[in-house]
């Protein structure tokens, strides 16, 4: 049900163009694909994997891909967005047989990977384990169905290969660009309504890629990271807690070994991450985890959304009413997505630099707009940044064609 409120949210002027339904014929488990929209021919999205993921979900979550890959459209780019998509998989990634169930799915859906669908990691599931499986059933890559609108197909694999081999302080280049991102949301959201970056206080719900990278870029930039929380709790200090020593704990699930905490650092109940004191919050976990039954518990004036669909439609009508701003999770977790495509197209090298400067510029210019976009019209953000992305919708659909 909460799948089916959030889709509207997020939802696309027409309904999707694609959606599959599988049935895991040894398990019984069942899996979702949803196409949105195609350009060109293809769409991009990720594949999760979760206990009680739905079809429900998968499909909000590929209309918020729609809305992602219209947000960087720009004329004078190599890249051109693609159509939005989303794949689910109803499997607890810590169950033992999910890699047998992850095999079978992909071969379900195999003739989409090769010709229509471009994905990769999302929530339960690594890059790494996806590339394997998709390597064992013969086919060229997860993202293959773009390789046709490259310009040098060989010269962008190259490319790519060279920016999944980038090391930044011990964590991957590609797992840090998302939290780079959210991270620059944060700081010109902070600019934006005239907070200094220095002493500002957040918290991140969530610390695997995406809010371990947030974690790094806004401690660097000065923000006191007073608290973090993973599956098994809560870890808050007022002080500011260590983050480089956090990630360098942390294992594949994104949870913090315990036993590196310092003292002053406090662990609290699972349920207590909505109450820590702070200027920022930002939830990098799961969806649908902020509801009309404990937006109450929030005191932090801005909410930048690192996960997808966090804030169900109804609690944010009620935090707008609180005068707390959210920035939506499709502009915010954005630079992933991104990322990828300035690199395979071009628009980008491989180097921490240019992946960095066009991560940082591309999202101020964007969040920038909606703050502005929002003021002028009197809107919510979301308001805004849907109205933005209906503009740029409106222009990939005369240049190329929305199928």
């Not at 932090?300 to 109804?314: C, D, Q, T």
């Not at 999770?329 to 630079?335: E, K, Q, R, T, Y």
Request: hydrophobic share 40%.
């Amino acid at each position: 049900m909460l799948g089916a409120v959030e889709a509207k949210s997020t939802r696309t002027a027409a309904p999707p163009f694609l959606e599959v339904i599988w049935t895991d014929p040894i398990s019984g488990r069942r899996g979702f694909l949803v196409i949105d929209r195609l350009v060109r021919g293809v769409c991009s999205g990720g594949l999760r994997m979760r206990k009680g993921c739905t079809l429900e979900e998968v499909r909000g979550l590929a209309a918020g891909m729609t809305l992602k890959e219209s947000l960087y459209y720009r004329p004078e780019n190599n890249y051109v967005p693609l159509g939005g998509a989303k794949g689910g998989i109803d499997c607890d990634p810590h169950d033992p047989e999910m890699r047998e169930v992850l095999k079978r799915y992909l071969q379900a859906v195999s003739a989409l990977l090769q010709a229509h669908w471009a994905t990769g990691e999302d929530l339960g599931l690594q890059q790494k384990l996806i590339d394997d499986v998709v390597s064992e059933l013969g086919l060229q890559s997860s993202i293959q169905a773009v390789y046709p609108l490259l310009p040098d197909r060989d010269g962008a694999i190259e490319r790519m290969d060279r920016a999944f081999r980038v090391d930044v302080e011990g964590v991957a280049l590609s797992e840090l660009v998302g939290g780079l991102g959210v991270a620059e949301s944060v700081l010109t959201a902070l600019d934006e309504l005239g907070q200094p970056h220095a002493g500002s206080r957040v918290f991140i719900q969530g610390f695997g890629s995406m809010g371990g990278g947030t974690a790094r870029y806004l401690a660097k930039a000065g923000l006191i990271v007073v608290g973090i929380s993973d599956s098994i709790g809560v870890i808050a200090n007022p002080e500011g807690l260590d983050v480089e020593t956090l990630l360098a704990t942390r294992n594949t699930f994104g949870e913090v070994d315990r036993s590196s905490l310092r003292p002053g650092d406090q662990e609290l109940p699972r349920g207590s991450w909505l109450a820590v004191d702070a200027d920022v919050l930002v939830p990098a976990a799961v969806s649908y985890c902020i509801t009309p039954d404990n937006q109450h518990e929030i005191t932090a004036p801005l909410i930048v959304e690192a996960a997808n669909m966090p804030v169900l439609p109804e609690a944010e009508r009620i935090l707008a009413d609180r005068g707390i701003r959210v920035v939506p999770d499709f502009v915010s977790n954005s630079a992933t997505n991104a990322w990828w495509w300035w690199m395979l197209f071009g628009d980008i090298d491989a180097s921490v630099e240019q992946s960095e400067l066009k991560i940082r510029s591309e999202m101020r210019r964007i969040v920038s707009d909606m703050f502005a976009r929002a003021g002028r019209e009197g809107t919510t953000l979301r308001e805004a940044a849907l109205a933005f992305t209906t503009d740029q919708l409106q222009a990939i659909d005369a240049r190329f064609g929305l199928e």
